[in-house]
Every structure is written in structure tokens, then in C-alpha cells.
């Protein structure tokens, strides 16, 4: 319990500072509400469902992940401005950062409630269809983008991130998947160690 109070309290602490004067307001809002309503449903389904500390800990670093992105735009991270010099880059690609993320964190939440609630039987099966829902997570998320990008126009120019790149896109669900894959090959082991400790 401390160390999810812990994670509550340093989130609740960054959204303070990444609300104080972003960059864009609503390029903001639009950032951080995952994260927040993300919280808020975990706060309300934490005495019927408690996932693994392991899981909690994904959390915590995605939404922290989206939080510093609400806070400076994901084009203009300047951690990633610093690298996209050093690496001669063309792009910030800070983003690249949050889909890859949006692959893996969903990828143990979705293996988490798939074998706690016995939805699949056979490991098998199991990862092939985390995945797949992982994927396609990530493909909702993008018609979010691009609903917003056109309904608001120039305003959702900056949540949309693409940058003057055609591929943004693909390239985004590209590193989710990738981001779900590889989280499934080096971090299953462990994450089920964490599930034999919750039971």
C-alpha cells in the first residue's frame, strides 16, 4: 500500500508541475487525461481488482511518461531535443517513447487480467492475443488523434505530433507492437513471479 501512495503522490505532484504553464493548454489536457482517468478507474476498482505491484509500477512509469509529455509537447521534450542533436536525428522522437510505452505498459495489464481472470486457457494462445489487443489499443488511440486533429484543427496539431512525418502513424502503432512484443519476451517470467506472490 506505501508504495502505491508513494506513486499516487508523485503523480499528483507532477501534474501539478506539468499544468503550471505548459506549453500548450490543451495539447496539455489532452496528454495527461489518460493518465488521470487512468488513476481514477484504478482508485475505483482497487478493492475488487488489485493488480500486482509489478503492474502498478508500469503504470506509474507511463503516466509519467505522458505527464512530461503534456508538460512540453511530445515534439519539444528538451531531453529528447538534446538527443535528436547528438544522434543527428530529424524528429523529436519523445513520442516514439510514448507508443512504445503504450504498447508495453497495456501489454502486462491485459496478460494480468487474461490469467487472473482465466479468459484464456493455454499459454499459447496467451501472448499472441495480448498483443493483439495491445495493437489495437494503439490503433484506437490513433483515430483519437486524428479525430481530434480534425475537429480542432490547428489546436490538435501539437497532440497529433507527427512533425512533418508522413509515416507518424504506422510508425507509432509500429512501436507499440514492438513495445508489446518485447515486454512480453523479457518480462513474462517475472511478471509471473508477481502473480504468485498476490495470490
Excluded at 478493492?47 to 519539444?76: D, M, P, Q, S
Excluded at 489546436?155 to 507492437?177: C, E, R, V
Amino acid at each position: 500500500m506505501k508504495l502505491l501512495y508513494t506513486y499516487i503522490s508523485i503523480i499528483i505532484i507532477l501534474l501539478i508541475w506539468s499544468g503550471s504553464n505548459p506549453k500548450e493548454q490543451f495539447t496539455w489536457f489532452l496528454e495527461v487525461l489518460p493518465a488521470i482517468l487512468g488513476v481514477l478507474i484504478l482508485i475505483g476498482t482497487f478493492n475488487k481488482f488489485r493488480f500486482t505491484n509489478f503492474v502498478y509500477t508500469l503504470i506509474f512509469c507511463h503516466c509519467v511518461i505522458l505527464i512530461i509529455g503534456g508538460k512540453y509537447t511530445y515534439a519539444e521534450v528538451p531531453l529528447f531535443n538534446y538527443f535528436e542533436e547528438i544522434f543527428n536525428h530529424t524528429r523529436n522522437n519523445y513520442d516514439k517513447l510514448g507508443h512504445f510505452a503504450q504498447g508495453f505498459v497495456p501489454a502486462f495489464i491485459i496478460r494480468e487480467l487474461l490469467i487472473r481472470k482465466n479468459v484464456v486457457n493455454g499459454k499459447k494462445w496467451l501472448s499472441f492475443i495480448v498483443v493483439c489487443i495491445a495493437m489495437a489499443i494503439s490503433v484506437t488511440y490513433e483515430f483519437i488523434e486524428w479525430f481530434v486533429s480534425i475537429y480542432t484543427g490547428n489546436g490538435g496539431n501539437a497532440f497529433l505530433g507527427t512533425q512533418g512525418y508522413i509515416w507518424d502513424t504506422q510508425s507509432d502503432m509500429l512501436y507499440a507492437t514492438i513495445g508489446a512484443t518485447i515486454g512480453l519476451l523479457l518480462f513474462s517470467k517475472l511478471h509471473n513471479k508477481s502473480l504468485i506472490q498476490i495470490k
